[in-house]
């Protein structure tokens, strides 16, 4: 997933074990019983056979299945059907092609209680979402790479308690989107290789409780980034490929709750850092195929939180590593395919937050490993295709006692080394090919 949110983690489990059952109190006048609601006891033999197709199905307290995950594997409608004689379902996961509207229809409609629906790579259209709709404790929809259109949208304005929405690579587009706008309560969208550009995007802009967008895929430039500044609850950003510049960048400003932030591919500079300085939450920064050099990253020294940082596959360089090495809270780097040599690794020698550290295929030989000694909380490293690093690094690496797991791919440490890792790290490890 993904990345999930605190709050949405904790609502669904709520969603999924439902309220708390009655109580009475004690003879004695002790502390109060639980007695479990008495409930219509589900049909055992549609239980037995959900099972026996390698359904995972969870009971509550009181004996009835409230959660049934049949998306291990694709199921046709027929050997679906026993979900209608489950009544007090409120999570359904289904997935694949042999699901259609049929096993909607006449039987998941049964569900009264349904909150939380998936049907990823179902061939569901928007007759099945219109029946859906009738179901009014339906809180979570999830509906990525499915059959269904804009007049989808329509249907679930039924849906009052909607407030996690999944679109993601469906035929949805602009045109829709004023629909979107309607869902006053949403607080998850999700938006991936829908048809959306920055006339979509300005729709949505008055959708004040948004928590999690993810706009990877679309078509959007700073004009959208614009309505997205609007969001000033937004927690998680996930862009990919969007034509967003230091000029759009701005835009991020007042987003100050965010907590993760993806600009995978946008057309960012450093100069465009500056305009995350003030975002106090956040804890993962993704920068991967953008155009940071380094001296950007001084705008990021004073975020205390900030955890996770993702370089890969930019031009940053030395230059950038002294800005590094003052990030308070650091612990996972990824310098994949960077231009940072043994000297910038110098200048993070003494970081004792990192955990996790990716420096595939920059080209790094001992010398380099000479710097990594001292990274004494480093759980994860990853070196492959470094092919000038040897046995030489050895001397280096065995000195990362916390280590867990280490890649060595295409570099030149040989079993022998391998051996003498393994030896002063118990329980490392070490992945070779």
Same mark, same amino acid.
């Given at each position: ?8 983690? $904790? ?14 109190? #004690? ?33 509550? +307290? ?26 007090? =379902?409120?999570?359904?996961? /289904? ?15 049964? &569900? ?10 179902? $061939? ?30 329509? *249907? ?5 308690? /909607? ?16 629909? $979107? ?26 959708? *004040? ?12 430039? #700073? ?17 990919? %490929? ?65 955890? *996770?940082? #993702? ?9 950038? &590593? ?20 043994? +000297? %910038? ?8 937050? /990192?955990? !996790?550290?990716?420096?595939? #295929? ?11 000694? %001292? ?18 690094? =050895? ?20 079993? !022998?080394?391998?051996?003498? /890792? ?7 490890? =070490?992945?070779?090919?």
């Amino acid at each position: 997933m993904r990345f999930l949110p605190v709050w949405l983690a $904790v609502g669904l489990l709520v969603f999924s074990t439902g309220c708390p059952s009655k109580s009475t109190p #004690d003879a004695g006048g002790g502390a109060a019983q639980v007695e479990p609601e008495k409930v219509e006891p589900d049909d055992a033999e549609a239980v037995a056979a959900l099972e026996e197709l390698g359904g995972r199905l969870t009971k509550d +307290d009181r004996g009835v299945v409230t959660v049934a995950d049949m998306s291990a594997l694709s199921f046709s409608d027929e050997q679906l059907a026993p979900l209608g004689k489950l009544k007090h =379902v409120k999570v359904l996961k /289904l997935y694949g092609a042999d699901v259609h509207d049929k096993t909607i229809i006449e039987n998941v409609t049964q &569900m009264k209680d349904l909150r939380d629906f998936s049907a990823a790579n179902t $061939v569901i259209t928007d007759e099945a979402v219109a029946k859906l709709a009738t179901l009014p404790e339906l809180s979570v929809l999830q509906l990525r790479r499915t059959n269904i259109t804009n007049k989808s949208l329509e *249907s679930m304005l039924a849906l009052p308690k /909607l407030r996690y929405l999944d679109l993601r690579y469906d035929a949805v587009n602009d045109v829709g989107m004023p629909t $979107v706008a309607k869902m006053k309560n949403l607080q998850v969208l999700r938006l991936e290789g829908a048809r959306i550009s920055d006339a979509g995007l300005k729709e949505l802009a008055g959708l *004040s409780k948004m928590k999690f967008l993810n706009l990877r895929g679309t078509d959007i430039t #700073d004009a959208g980034f614009e309505a997205i500044s609007h969001m000033t609850e937004l927690e998680t950003l996930e862009t990919n %490929g969007t034509a967003m510049t230091d000029e759009g960048a701005k835009h991020l400003a007042p987003l100050a709750k965010l907590k993760k932030l993806e600009l995978y591919r946008a057309l960012i500079t450093d100069e465009g850092l500056v305009h995350l300085k003030d975002m106090a939450d956040l804890e993962h920064l993704m920068l991967r195929e953008t155009a940071i050099e380094g001296p950007g990253i001084a705008n990021l020294t004073g975020l205390k939180k900030l955890k *996770s940082l #993702d370089l890969s596959e930019t031009s940053f360089g030395d230059d950038g &590593m002294e800005h590094i090495a003052k990030l308070p809270a650091l612990e996972s780097l990824n310098l994949w395919f960077t231009r940072v040599t043994a +000297d %910038g690794l110098e200048q993070i020698k003494d970081m004792k937050t /990192l955990k !996790k550290l990716n420096l595939d #295929d920059q080209g790094l030989g001992d010398d380099a490993m000479a710097h990594l000694a %001292g990274l004494e909380n480093l759980e994860e490293l990853s070196i492959n295709s470094n092919g000038d690093i040897t046995n030489e690094s =050895v001397q280096y690496l065995k000195n990362l006692k916390n280590l867990k797991k280490l890649s060595i791919a295409f570099a030149q440490i040989d079993h !022998k080394g391998v051996e003498e /890792l393994k030896k002063a790290i118990p329980g490392l490890e =070490v992945k070779e090919g």
